[in-house]
């Protein structure tokens, strides 16, 4: 039963345009969550990450959005750049003492020029 | 210059045999995790340690053995009683244990002969 999903296994979006990347999360008490870029055969790399007591979180050209009620997460990225091809996960954590991160299966994202 | 390192990069597992992969990290984090990636399956948590001398199963412990003597190394074992071992292994670290930002290193490919 996976807690943490990413529906849309790839996506493919021009140079220039914004990607947008969903995730869904089942437990309403996770306290944050993150997201993480991997290349092939490179470990993950921390993107950018959000509280649950925040509904956006900026850095860059990447923007995470927390929906509370709808249990949802989405990243976007403004512009795309074809740099940014690679698999991004969405993580969920809590605060509670002994737990371990919850890895979404990866979205592959490719940015074609 | 302060990161999380694994060895070997490729590693080659002859059939009943058991193989050590080698994680340290020189950031003073507490807590290091094992991961193992497959296509289409995402992260997936083996093992986990919150402090020196103490670890927890993850999902999918079977077939694997973990020690953390030292707070800079957590090597993972892959046993000949894991059935399928050729995947994608990841050791990350965090300051604390409750899944905050976790740092990940280069990754170790196991390939069974």
């Known amino acids: 039963d996976q807690q943490v999903k990413q529906n849309s296994p790839s996506l493919s979006v021009q140079e220039g345009r914004i990607s947008i990347l969903n995730c869904d999360y089942t437990?309403?008490?996770?306290?944050?969550f993150l997201w993480y870029k991997k290349y092939p055969a490179e470990g993950p790399t921390f993107l950018i990450s959000?509280?649950?007591?925040?509904d956006k979180n900026e850095d860059g050209r990447f923007t995470v959005f927390l929906n509370k009620s709808a249990k949802h997460l989405s990243l976007h990225i403004v512009p795309s750049q074809p740099g940014d091809s690679a698999v991004y996960f969405c993580?969920?954590?809590?605060?509670?003492?002994?737990?371990?991160?919850?890895f979404g299966k990866g979205t592959t994202l490719s940015v074609s020029s | 210059d302060g990161g999380i390192t694994q060895s070997p990069k490729y590693l080659f597992r002859k059939e009943g045999q058991n193989v050590t992969l080698s994680c340290e990290q020189n950031?003073?984090?507490?807590?290091m995790y094992w991961y193992r990636q497959d296509p289409g399956q995402g992260l997936r948590l083996i093992y986990y340690?919150?402090?020196?001398?103490?670890?927890q199963k993850g999902d999918i412990a079977e077939g694997y053995s973990v020690s953390r003597e030292k707070k800079e190394s957590f090597p993972l074992t892959v046993t000949s009683a894991q059935k399928n071992p050729t995947a994608f292994y990841l050791c990350?670290?965090?300051?604390?244990?409750?899944?905050?930002?976790?740092?990940f290193g280069p990754g170790t490919r196991l390939l069974v002969l």
């Open positions: 959000i509280s649950s007591i925040k």
């Open positions: 437990n309403s008490m996770f306290d944050y």
């Open positions: 340690s919150q402090i020196v001398n103490d670890f």
């Open positions: 993580a969920a954590g809590s605060n509670q003492a002994g737990t371990a991160l919850i």
């Open positions: 950031l003073n984090h507490d807590a």
């Open positions: 990350a670290s965090s300051i604390l244990a409750g899944g905050e930002t976790q740092y």
